[in-house]
């Protein structure tokens, strides 16, 4: 039986944590939807993809949205880690093209814990570092019911047990709803591992 | 001290040109010669002229647009200047300056020697002086203006006898009212009974004559310096350390504040040089996220440049400035305002020294159906949050990029796609959405005419947004729903 999903969402804070996979983009979403105050996302200036405010909306106030463009991955680091540290951005995001060493990842976390913020890395699959706090991989799942059907994957957690979980996102209500995977029985592949 | 050929001067000073010269600037819809050099006025021409006579006049006449901004600039920083004779200097109409000497005369030996050294520097900087000197204000004007002198004291209305009327700074009706009824000199005035001409002229006319005389007290009001947002420090022995630099910083900060509190001033942009014991000297700039003016948190934000400084033998001079300032209103504290801006500003400005502050951005509504102008960018330090509406129609993806082709043909979505090099069979497609180009915008990524939105789910999960372009047939890939 998987833990249930409120154990490990909303995310730790005062942590780092990682995310993978295409669906990375909307669980950053509803990580957002799950506090308040602004959020900061950092991405590097030479990616074409750009968040859409207004699709953002569904998930937070977009007047909430800080992003800073950095030039580079190192850049991009270096103001993770300052705003992390800073304290005044409760949530900050940052999206990274390349692997994140052992000690840029250390730094992450060491700045979170003194400035008491909540970080999230959206990395390319498989490039996360030792020190997240939890990783998550997650994907849109087609439903024939429901347009907004992800299944989020624990796929690393420091301080507990993997599981998998099937939701849906209530953009009405910004809320997050667990629903049981498709023609599964609940639970059936979140053996901790 | 009067400057009759100010604007003319100004120019020549940085060009000068052989013959006669001449600026233009455009009254009523016609060109009039507002300023000339000595030679034009040699040919016959005279201010207000219009420009086509002068030319019919003088045909080698050299001319120059006017730039009455510049002149008055130009005027101040002579005002500036002369405050090096007395500190009591106020401006005198557009090109005149006047200047209370009472006291500051001996320091340079006498008046006479004051106007000679006045007369001498501004030969050598090329600009024409007239200089009156008398008891009243109103005497100097008349002077200055109508044959240069220096009344003996006491004798301000003997000084001016020989002078015509309008050297009492009449308007032109009343000096030429005066002189029909012959009146032409300024002693006639003065013989003239007082009471037919109050009557006649109104009281202005006397005021100005008493004021010429002395009989009535005129006061010469300085103009206040702007205010200078700089402050320094020299420093008796080299410091190298980034503490004592950042401890130096501190004092000058508090300096700086004070004076940017009293004048109700907030700082933007902050300079702060460093000059070394070898002459040589490094700039920190910072820029600040919005204005302020305390130096608890403005400090901080220096330390990351000063740890960066090369000290080299030491540094000896500190020189702060505030470049660039905003108006700051003092304002109430603990109401107003959402609680946190302030370390949200500073962690803007922090993250701005390092990549740019105009890196910083956040997203405005826009009222546009086009999904990429639906929102603005704009930086985060130059603007406020806005809680407008935002404009979605239907729903939109969270992530949009510059349309990617696919092959496919057709109306309809295609079945079955390739996209990134990942294969997609499409399970759902919901739409079309039609979006025409908005027209009254040149837009090039929109010359393919109206797009037809589908929202196209896959059977391999991923949710994309693809349009067809039915005038200028394919399809494409805009955005990825969460």
Redesign the interface.
């Known amino acids: 039986m998987p833990a249930d999903l409120s154990a490990h969402f909303p995310l730790r804070k005062s942590r780092v944590h990682e995310a993978c996979g295409?669906?990375a983009?909307?669980f950053a979403?509803a990580v957002c939807a799950q506090g308040s105050?602004?959020v900061?996302w950092v991405v590097e200036?030479w990616r074409?993809?750009?968040?859409?405010?207004?699709?953002?909306?569904?998930?937070a106030?977009?007047?909430?949205?800080?992003?800073?463009?950095?030039?580079d991955q190192r850049?991009a680091l270096?103001?993770a880690e300052?705003?992390l540290g800073?304290?005044?951005?409760p949530l900050v995001i940052v999206e990274l093209g390349a692997p994140l060493s052992l000690k840029a990842g250390r730094r992450l976390q060491l700045a979170a814990k003194s400035g008491g913020t909540t970080g999230l890395c959206l990395i390319p699959e498989g490039m996360g570092s030792n020190a997240a706090e939890t990783r998550w991989h997650c994907?849109?799942?087609?439903d024939?019911s429901d347009?907004?059907r992800?299944?989020w994957e624990l796929i690393k957690n420091k301080s507990g047990t993997l599981g998998v979980w099937d939701v849906r996102?209530d953009a009405a209500a910004r809320r997050l709803d667990v629903v049981p995977p498709a023609g599964k029985r609940p639970g059936s592949q979140g053996a901790p591992g | 001290m009067w400057f009759p050929r100010l604007g003319s001067d100004r120019v020549l000073r940085a060009r000068p040109v052989e013959g006669p010269f001449a600026l233009t600037l455009k009254q009523n819809n016609a060109e009039r010669l507002s300023c000339l050099n000595a030679l034009a006025e040699g040919q016959g021409l005279h201010r207000g002229m219009a420009y086509a006579d002068a030319r019919a006049f003088c045909p080698d006449l050299i001319t120059r647009p006017a730039d009455p901004a510049q002149e008055a600039r130009f005027l101040h920083a002579l005002r500036r200047w002369a405050t090096r004779y007395c500190p009591w200097v106020g401006l005198e109409g557009a090109d005149g300056l006047v200047l209370d000497i009472t006291g500051s005369a001996h320091l340079w030996g006498g008046e006479g020697e004051m106007l000679a050294d006045m007369r001498a520097r501004m030969a050598r900087t090329g600009v024409s002086v007239r200089l009156g000197l008398a008891d009243t204000r109103g005497a100097a004007w008349a002077l200055a203006r109508h044959g240069e002198g220096v009344a003996p004291p006491g004798a301000a209305l003997a000084a001016l006898g020989p002078l015509p009327v309008a050297a009492l700074r009449l308007e032109q009706a009343t000096s030429v009212a005066l002189q029909r009824l012959g009146l032409r000199t300024v002693a006639d005035l003065a013989a003239a009974p007082r009471a037919p001409l109050a009557r006649r002229f109104g009281p202005g006319l006397l005021l100005r004559l008493d004021q010429a005389s002395g009989a009535q007290a005129e006061e010469i009001s300085p103009l206040a310096d702007p205010p200078h947002f700089g402050v320094r420090m020299a420093l008796p022995d080299p410091i190298g350390l980034a503490d004592d630099v950042m401890a130096g910083t501190e004092r000058l900060l508090s300096r700086l504040c004070a004076r940017l509190k009293a004048h109700e001033m907030g700082a933007r942009v902050l300079c702060l040089t460093l000059r070394r014991v070898d002459q040589g000297s490094q700039q920190l700039e910072l820029r600040l996220a919005s204005a302020m003016r305390d130096p608890h948190r403005i400090l901080p934000l220096f330390r990351r440049g000063v740890e960066g400084i090369e000290a080299g033998f030491g540094i000896d001079q500190l020189r702060l400035e505030a470049v660039q300032i905003e108006p700051l209103p003092m304002q109430q504290l603990g109401h107003g305002g959402p609680p946190?801006q302030d370390?949200?500003d500073?962690?803007?400005t922090?993250?701005g020294n390092?990549?740019g502050l105009e890196?910083?951005?956040?997203?405005l509504?826009a009222d546009s159906h086009i999904?990429e102008r639906?929102?603005l960018?704009a930086p985060?330090a130059y603007s406020a949050?806005?809680?407008g509406p935002?404009?979605?129609p239907r729903?939109?993806?969270?992530?949009?990029?510059?349309p990617e082709p696919i092959a496919g043909s057709g109306a309809r979505p295609p079945k079955h796609f390739r996209w990134r090099r990942m294969a997609f069979a499409a399970?759902?497609a919901?739409g079309p959405e039609r979006i025409a180009p908005e027209w009254w915008l040149e837009d090039d990524n929109w010359r393919s005419g109206v797009r037809d939105y589908w929202?196209v789910?896959?059977?391999?999960?991923?949710?994309l947004w693809l349009y067809y372009t039915p005038q200028n047939p394919g399809w494409f890939v805009q955005?990825?729903?969460?």
């Open positions: 295409p669906g983009p909307g979403g105050g602004p900061l200036a074409h993809e750009q968040v859409n405010p207004v699709a953002f909306g569904a998930f106030d977009p007047a909430r949205l800080l992003v800073a463009r950095a030039g850049e270096a103001v300052v705003a800073d304290g005044a951005v994907t849109p799942v087609f024939a347009s907004t992800m299944r996102w | 946190g370390g949200l500073d962690l803007v922090r993250i390092r990549i890196n910083v951005l956040r997203f509504p999904p639906a929102f960018i985060a949050p806005e809680n935002w404009v979605a729903p939109r993806p969270l992530r949009l990029f510059p399970a759902r919901t929202q789910e896959t059977l391999q999960g991923r949710r955005g990825e729903f969460a």
